[in-house]
T-cell receptor
Framework: NAGVTQTPKFQVLKTGQSMTLQCAQD?????MSWYRQDPGMGLRLIHY???????DQGEVPNGYNVSRSTTEDFPLRLLSAAPSQTSVYFC???????????FGSGTRLTVV | AQSVTQLGSHVSVSEGALVLLRCNYS??????LFWYVQYPNQGLQLLLK??????LVKGINGFEAEFKKSETSFHLTKPSAHMSDAAEYFC???????????FGTGTRLTIIP
């Protein structure tokens, strides 16, 4: 099925550990974004990309890295996990800003 | 710069009553506006969008929204609430040449039987 696929769906990390959240889309979309969702704060943009090889920071980029080597994949790396990074993470993609974004089903991350 | 403000973090309506969820935007250029819905433990689904065509936009599940430039608003309505409408609703804004989508803080809609 076409769409945005995120893995894993759930993850528990210890403080200081690193990990990569995977995101893949099969719609040939140029734009991809990572958001985190926290209660009462809506979705906040972490990083985004307008095409392979091009990334930029969003509203809350600290503690996260991204790269975009292919159009399909946009992984999010947590360098040294902290409890403040406990959240639900969503990846999204779009072909153009006026079409809106298609969202993945999310990764629920807990840092202990 | 762009932003959206959603008035009311929680809204409760009786089944069959009018649903009205409020969204005001700020944008230095003509905006693209979106409403998304999130059911429990799921991702976000696009309800409807405004991209400078008709100001009254119809979406899925009987929802619609009206773009009012003079009021910088894009409120979401549904004439008759159904139990299945219980979810969290997010208003979002982007614009031509700005690929970033900025979200409001969300409104949780509860339907009273």
């Amino acid at each position: 099925n076409a769409g945005v696929t995120q893995t894993p769906k759930f993850q528990v990390l210890k403080t200081g550990q690193s990990m990569t959240l995977q995101c893949a889309q099969d719609m040939n979309h140029e734009y991809m974004s990572w958001y985190r969702q926290d209660p009462g704060m809506g979705l906040r943009l972490i990083h985004y990309s307008v095409g392979a090889g091009i990334t930029d920071q969003g509203e809350v980029p600290n503690g996260y890295n991204v790269s975009r080597s292919t159009t399909e994949d946009f992984p999010l790396r947590l360098l040294s996990a902290a409890p403040s990074q406990t959240s639900v993470y969503f990846c999204a993609s779009s072909s153009d800003s006026h079409y809106g974004y298609t969202f993945g089903s999310g990764t629920r991350l807990t840092v202990v | 710069a762009q932003s959206v403000t959603q008035l009311g973090s929680h809204v409760s309506v009786s089944e069959g009553a009018l649903v009205l969820l409020r969204c005001n935007y700020s944008s230095s250029v003509p905006p693209y506006l979106f409403w998304y819905v999130q059911y429990p433990n799921q991702g976000l689904q696009l309800l409807l969008k405004y991209t400078s065509a008709a100001t009254l936009v119809k979406g899925i599940n009987g929802f619609e929204a009206e773009f009012k430039k003079s009021e910088t608003s894009f409120h979401l309505t549904k004439p008759s609430a159904h139990m299945s409408d219980a979810a969290e609703y997010f208003c979002a804004v982007s614009n031509f040449g700005n690929e970033k989508l900025t979200f409001g803080t969300g409104t949780r809609l509860t339907i009273i039987p």
